[in-house]
């Protein structure tokens, strides 16, 4: 439901971290749209757009539609709906039908009555979101995900072992992140080291036999 989409705390670093990238798009996508540059509103929406649906529903999803409801259940859950609700808003300039009838399925009104979205409100529901969070999780889940894909396994094989490699900010968002990237890469055992040398992760991966 639309009118309470504020209702629900989203209270999860990743979560926040999702809608502080989406506040920082809506930004660039508003600023390209008031310079007539529609092309890099378009470019900046479908970036996050698939940033979105690759990675942070993948990393999500066993929290946000688990049998256990709960606190961070629906955090993530919060965020799922104000992100779909704001990029669609985002999109529907350049895809009017089709955005019209997929907010028709949780809404009564047109989309293009619909103010556009506010960059403020988002920042407002994450006060605490770091994008850095987001980037070193999603980071993290790529290179399961390569992992599995270099050994010809199925992208929902166990992982006997993750240990991962990184600076102290990068081990602190993995410590954050941990339940979330457990379920999404079926991962056993998931480590973290700080490393005073690192300028990038770096992951030992062993799949299960």
């Given at each position: 439901d639309r009118e309470n989409i504020h209702a629900t705390t989203v209270s999860e670093p990743v979560d926040q971290a999702l809608l502080a990238k989406l506040a920082e798009t809506v930004?660039?996508?508003?600023?390209?749209?008031?310079?007539?540059?529609?092309?890099?509103?378009?470019?900046?929406t479908e970036s996050f757009f698939w940033e979105f649906?690759?990675?942070?529903?993948?990393?999500?999803k066993e929290r946000a539609y688990g049998e256990t409801d709960g606190v961070n259940t629906q955090s993530a859950?919060?965020?799922?709906?104000?992100t779909l609700?704001?990029?669609?808003?985002?999109?529907?300039?350049?895809?009017?039908?089709?955005t019209e009838?997929?907010?028709?399925?949780?809404?009564n009104d047109s989309i293009h009555t619909s103010h556009w979205p506010q960059a403020q409100s988002l920042q407002e529901l994450a006060p605490d979101g770091k994008i850095a969070l987001l980037t070193t999780a999603t980071?993290?889940?790529?290179?399961?995900?390569?992992?599995?894909?270099?050994?010809?396994?199925?992208?929902?094989?166990?992982?006997e072992s993750a240990n991962f490699v990184g600076t102290a900010e990068m081990t602190e968002h993995l410590?954050?992140?941990?339940?979330?990237?457990?379920?999404?890469?079926?991962?056993?055992?998931?480590?973290?080291?700080?490393?005073?040398?690192?300028?990038?992760?770096?992951?030992?991966?062993t799949l299960a036999q």
């Open positions: 930004e660039s996508a508003t600023k390209a749209f008031e310079e007539f540059n529609y092309a890099k509103a378009l470019d900046v649906t690759d990675d942070y529903v993948e990393l999500v859950r919060a965020a799922l709906l104000v609700d704001t990029v669609l808003r985002l999109f529907a300039p350049f895809l009017p039908f089709t009838e997929t907010w028709s399925w949780f809404n980071e993290a889940l790529r290179m399961i995900r390569k992992a599995k894909s270099e050994a010809k396994r199925s992208m929902r094989a166990s992982v410590n954050l992140v941990a339940p979330d990237l457990k379920a999404a890469g079926s991962i056993k055992e998931l480590t973290h080291v700080v490393s005073t040398d690192a300028v990038a992760l770096a992951a030992e991966i």
